[in-house]
């Protein structure tokens, strides 16, 4: 799936006819065999040293945190997916902990709107044992030690992890390398699509033949073309420019921000060209991302759009997809698939972090290892939620099993979609901590230049830099 170079030169000549991603991974080569076989034995000794050292710093680690308060609080912006997180450790944990132990306090409703709370809910003095961060700027509180307190306080080290997505112990390290938070997903995401519309107008109807008809960007572009035709222009292969993006900044290069300034890279350029164009043939709908007036979850049930590009956390109960159905007795509940798609990607993600006031060490050292590193407990979880969780042992069990299915996905088990897309994500050096403004700031440029408000994408990239440097005037300009 590795086309993006391909793919652009012959968007250059094709009038952005099709594009590609760079795909996620890459293959050991044989240079690095070699650098391996000639590593000195002093060299070896070295990293054993290392190796032993951090065994024995583990090992240390102890529960500090006191068992002074009543009830254990949980900071987020979602009340839906904790309280179901709630729900099932309250009939499942080993310690015997109730309801009435553990309280969920409203941040708001959105990731973005909950990072601007937090700072004022800490400030205040108010209870708080956990919260949640997103990967958006899990950075600004992780980095902040009067917001976060290290997972060892909890008797919790990198070590439990052995069996986590290596990229989400990663982001969650701060500058210093210390480790602040830990997840219960690996967010990795496909192409969610209407098998019936599927059938109708590409004549598929399985997800491997599916995956067949999109499985680089112009196999994607052409399905497009045809999906466009065969419906008289009322279906779009994709439902928003948005979900696009979330495939497309993924596979960027490098981060947003590099040595304290902006990057517009020609990706930034590509991207607009690229929606301008999708837009401009009917690809894609004009439903934005997040209406609030819920449209764009309408078109999954009018015929106006053919799929989602969706993550994990989508595909739970009462989530994005099961909108997008219109509920569990809606019109096209049961009536989707999901595939891995043009590339692989992942979007977004939630970690459990620890409160410096926290004092409720007991409760949340339970909570926080039944999430995220005990693979049974996390295989419950998996399996009454839907949740593709950030456990290897987990998730490979019950994709070997074949007796997961989601109603929502007429049955398919995505788990065994999702494994492939997981496997390959790698966000090291790629996250900053203003990435949910400035992704933001860019998404609303886009959208400009598409619906004409900018002539050109010059005009578009001008107004992006400008609105970024207006949210974050301390990067360098």
């Not at 068992?67 to 254990?72: E, F, I, L, Q, S």
């Not at 993924?250 to 304290?260: M, P």
């Not at 619906?451 to 010059?458: K, P």
Request: with cysteine; charged share 25%; glycine share 8%.
């Amino acid at each position: 799936m590795n086309n993006l170079k391909r793919t652009l030169a012959l968007v250059a000549t094709l009038a952005l006819a099709a594009t590609a991603f760079v795909g996620c991974g890459d293959d050991e080569t044989s240079s690095t065999a070699s650098k391996a076989d000639t590593t000195s034995k002093s060299d070896t000794e070295s990293k054993e040293d290392d190796k032993t050292e951090s065994k024995e710093e583990d090992a240390k680690a102890e529960l500090t945190v006191p068992d002074t308060g009543d009830v254990m609080s949980i900071l987020g912006w979602n009340a839906t997916e904790v309280g179901g997180m709630i729900d099932v450790f309250v009939k499942n944990n080993k310690g015997g902990y109730t309801a009435e132990q553990i309280k969920y306090v409203e941040q708001g409703t959105s990731g973005g709107e909950a990072a601007q709370k937090y700072a004022t809910y800490f400030s205040s003095g108010d209870d708080c044992d956990l919260f949640i961060a997103e990967a958006d700027w899990i950075l600004t509180y992780i980095n902040n030690d009067e917001y976060s307190a290290p997972l060892s306080n909890l008797g919790i080290t990198e070590a439990d992890f052995a069996d986590a997505y290596a990229y989400t112990v990663s982001i969650a390290k701060d500058n210093n390398g210390v480790l602040k938070g830990a997840s219960w997903q690996a967010a990795a995401g496909g192409y969610c699509y209407r098998t019936d519309l599927a059938k109708d107008y590409l004549g598929v109807t399985t997800p491997e033949e599916m995956q067949a008809k999109v499985d680089d960007w112009d196999k994607f572009m052409e399905s497009a073309a045809t999906v466009a035709e065969a419906s008289s222009g009322k279906t779009a292969m994709t439902a928003t420019i948005g979900g696009m993006w979330q495939v497309y900044s993924y596979n960027r290069d490098q981060a947003w921000v590099v040595d304290n300034k902006l990057t517009i890279d020609d990706s930034c350029t590509e991207f607009m060209n690229i929606c301008k164009d999708m837009k401009d043939k009917g690809y894609v709908t004009s439903a934005q991302q997040w209406a609030e007036d819920g449209s764009w979850y309408a078109i999954g049930q009018d015929d106006s759009t053919l799929g989602y590009f969706f993550s994990t956390w989508c595909l739970v109960d009462d989530a994005m997809l099961q909108n997008a159905s219109g509920g569990k007795d809606g019109k096209t509940y049961g009536k989707w698939n999901i595939c891995v798609g043009p590339t692989e990607y992942c979007w977004g993600g939630s970690w459990l972090c620890l409160s410096p006031n926290a004092d409720n060490g007991s409760i949340a050292q339970s909570f926080v290892k039944f999430y995220t590193t005990d693979a049974d407990t996390m295989k419950i979880y998996a399996t009454e939620k839907n949740e593709f969780v950030n456990n290897k042992k987990a998730m490979k069990e019950i994709v070997d099993s074949g007796e997961h299915k989601n109603a929502l996905l007429g049955g398919q088990d995505q788990f065994a979609v999702l494994m492939d897309a997981a496997a390959g994500i790698d966000l090291e050096g790629k996250i900053t901590k203003d990435d949910s403004t400035i992704k933001a700031n860019y998404i609303e440029a886009v959208n400009g230049y598409v619906d004409g408000t900018y002539a050109t994408v010059e005009d578009a990239l001008k107004a992006f830099e400008e609105a970024t440097a207006g949210d974050l005037p301390d990067l360098a300009w």
